[in-house]
């Protein structure tokens, strides 16, 4: 069954997902269904778990960075996110995604 694509307007830094324009601030515009958009809120919700890991880790100043599996998995998830934004994102989303170079080539 192939479900229709509605448009959604997507604020990475909030995980904000809305199908309004106007309701709140807004970075990237994309065409999605209802599964897609169910995998786009689950990395979102991954990431706002990660972010709290990340907070307890931060205070403890013996675990640098670099060595810091949190953070991969922070980094990692926001590139499946940015990934999917390419993926589905309008013409413009897509032409920012690809100036910032955050996607593996």
């Known amino acids: 069954m192939d479900e229709q694509?509605?448009?959604?307007y997507i604020d990475v830094g909030t995980g904000h997902i809305t199908r309004n324009a106007t309701s709140s601030t807004w970075s990237y515009k994309i065409q999605a269904n209802d599964e897609e958009i169910t995998q786009l809120r689950e990395l979102?919700?991954?990431?706002?778990?990660t972010e709290w890991k990340n907070f307890f880790?931060?205070?403890?100043?013996?675990?640098?960075?670099?060595y810091d599996?949190?953070?991969?998995?922070?980094?990692?998830?926001i590139q499946?996110?940015?990934g999917m934004l390419y993926k589905l994102g309008d013409n413009e989303a897509k032409s920012h995604i690809e100036s910032m170079n955050i996607l593996p080539k």
Do not use: C, G, L, W
Not at 69 to 77: K, S, V
């Open 69 to 77: 599996r949190e953070n991969d998995a922070y980094d990692n998830t």
């Open 44 to 49: 979102f919700d991954q990431n706002y778990s």
């Open 57 to 66: 880790r931060a205070h403890v100043p013996y675990v640098q960075y670099h």
């Open 80 to 82: 499946q996110v940015y």
């Open 5 to 8: 694509k509605k448009t959604y």
